[in-house]
């Protein structure tokens, strides 16, 4: 329980969040994102996600709450209020508050480790505990759920009487995981360079791995839905590796509803940055089949996020619910759009670099400026992310999205 001094804190930030959540602007930013996923869209969005940035924001939020719970709280809450007033995107502020997920998963046999260098945000690497694919298959398993309703119970009781009357609750947002992309967890199994020469070498081996992953990620989200551990994310809430969900298509959060939520009802989200150094036709073989069943499941999917993904495109256009394709600044901007036109959402990540160290701005203007050149007459979307530093300036954020309404205001009067 908290304090009444922490309580009455908490409470006035609650509702100034729903304050925020009430401004015309967002009802227009609704709306706007909603065309853009709707593939209607006739200007360019921006969206703002500082990532490991945070905690040089957080340096600069200042705390008044007492109890160390009730600080999280607040933290969390004033984040929310720093994204409207300091980030200068097109974010939306929902007016309601997402609770946990609460729940436990088996593992999968064999258990995962890591070396680090001990830096927070350092380098790690895996240790891979498969060394012999034929043995190691062996010995996975696949994951059971287990939902924690106690403890989710608890935490709504919690949270609806400290301001439930203010924010009303609804669940977390998406799945449980963050991509069905399958080669982030078959590297945390064999390595990198194993993954690589297990193609050539053991294709057999590598495709019974893909199949399992494949497999095992399927049978984990029909245990979320299930287990009623599912949330609808057609909102403010981010999808993919950068946007916003909201769309005609789906179901939205905004709208309370006792009807299950089911996998048909969410976007997701598939990827294999890592993969990246491989042809296209080998992802084609050892990937992409293991990828796309998991697609189907949902109702609208997005694909990609660091790695350029129009040399795949030939096989993930397979998929009738791909709406959204990530544009990494690896990727050919010319041949994403002539590619990819006005049947989906580009979302454009420009260099992060240009934030992150020094800030760039003539560099910044000219990315933004041929992006727009080539791409701004389509559904397109501005995504900065990899910001994990911004070198303990966090107003760099404002300041790159002004320069980017600048560059689309520009160019939509010409």
């Known amino acids: 329980m908290f304090s009444s001094h922490d309580r009455d804190i908490v409470r006035g930030l609650a509702g100034r969040i729903r304050e925020i959540s009430e401004l015309p602007i967002m009802q227009e930013r609704r709306r706007r994102w909603k065309d853009l996923n709707d593939l209607r869209s006739d200007r360019p969005l921006i969206f703002v996600g500082p990532e490991g940035s945070w905690k040089e924001i957080d340096r600069t939020i200042e705390l008044a709450c007492d109890d160390p719970d009730a600080r999280m709280q607040e933290l969390e809450m004033r984040q929310t209020i720093y994204r409207y007033e300091c980030l200068g995107d097109d974010s939306v502020i929902s007016p309601y508050y997402t609770c946990g997920r609460y729940y436990s998963a088996s593992g999968v046999g064999v258990e995962f480790k890591n070396a680090s260098t001990g830096v927070e945000g350092g380098a790690f690497k895996h240790i891979p505990p498969i060394t012999n694919l034929a043995e190691g298959l062996k010995r996975l398993r696949h994951q059971t759920i287990t939902a924690d309703r106690a403890a989710l119970a608890r935490e709504i009781d919690h949270l ?22 399958l080669t982030m967890t078959a590297i945390a199994l064999i390595g990198l360079e194993e993954l690589m020469l297990a193609m050539v070498d053991e294709p057999d081996h590598l495709k019974a791995l893909m199949q399992f992953l494949s497999d095992n990620t399927k049978s984990l989200l029909l245990q979320f839905q299930s287990e009623g551990l599912l949330g609808r994310n057609a909102g403010a809430n981010g999808i993919g590796s950068g946007n916003l969900g909201f769309v005609s298509e789906l179901p939205s959060p905004d709208e309370p509803s006792d009807s299950p939520v089911l996998l048909k009802h969410l976007w997701g989200l598939s990827e294999s940055q890592e993969t990246v150094g491989v042809s296209p036709e080998m992802f084609a073989e050892f990937i992409w089949p293991y990828q796309k069943p998991l697609m189907e499941l949902f109702g609208l999917t997005y694909y990609g996020c660091c790695e350029p993904v129009e040399r795949r495109f030939e096989w993930i256009r397979q998929v009738g619910n791909l709406r959204c394709i990530s544009v990494s600044p690896w990727s050919d901007l010319e041949t994403c759009a002539e590619l990819y036109g006005r049947n989906y959402v580009l979302c454009r990540k420009p260099n992060p670099s240009y934030v992150a160290s020094q800030f760039e701005e003539d560099a910044i203007r000219q990315d933004i400026r041929r992006t727009l050149e080539i791409a701004g007459d389509l559904n397109l979307a501005f995504v900065l992310k990899d910001t994990h530093t911004v070198n303990n ?8 999205s002004d320069i980017v309404r600048q560059e689309i205001a520009s160019y939509c009067r010409s």
């Open 160 to 181: 609806n009487d400290l301001f439930g009357d203010i924010l009303p609750l609804r669940p977390a947002p998406g799945y449980g995981l963050w991509t069905t992309g």
């Open 393 to 400: 300036q966090p107003q760099r954020f404002k300041r790159w």
